[in-house]
């Protein structure tokens, strides 16, 4: 009943993870790891993306239903060259 999963949630046409909150295209910086006990094997992660904005919504919506396991920063976007700052 185990299938193999990819390690990581798969990028999208852009070529970039983005925010899974609805409707948001924004690059997701956080990965929040959590399991259904109901649906998944103790072992099983299932993998959401959070940009700042909703990294806070997405985890409580998954704590609250007891839920999230983990977050980790998986890093931010490549920041804009600075070499013409002040
Ligand atoms: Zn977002």
């Given at each position: 009943?185990?299938?193999?999963?990819?390690?990581?949630?798969?990028?999208?046409?852009?070529?970039?993870?983005?925010?899974?909150?609805?409707?948001?295209?924004?690059?997701?910086?956080?990965?929040?790891?959590?399991?259904?006990?109901?649906?998944?094997?103790?072992?099983?992660?299932?993998?959401w993306l959070a940009c700042d904005e909703h990294r806070t919504s997405l985890s409580e919506f998954l704590s609250l239903r007891g839920f999230l396991r983990e977050v980790d920063e998986v890093g931010a976007p490549p920041s804009e060259p600075t070499d013409d700052g002040p």
């Open positions: 009943m185990l299938f193999p999963q990819p390690s990581g949630p798969p990028p999208d046409d852009a070529g970039h993870a983005v925010c899974s909150a609805r409707g948001c295209r924004a690059h997701g910086v956080w990965a929040l790891r959590w399991n259904n006990p109901k649906l998944h094997t103790p072992d099983r992660r299932k993998t």
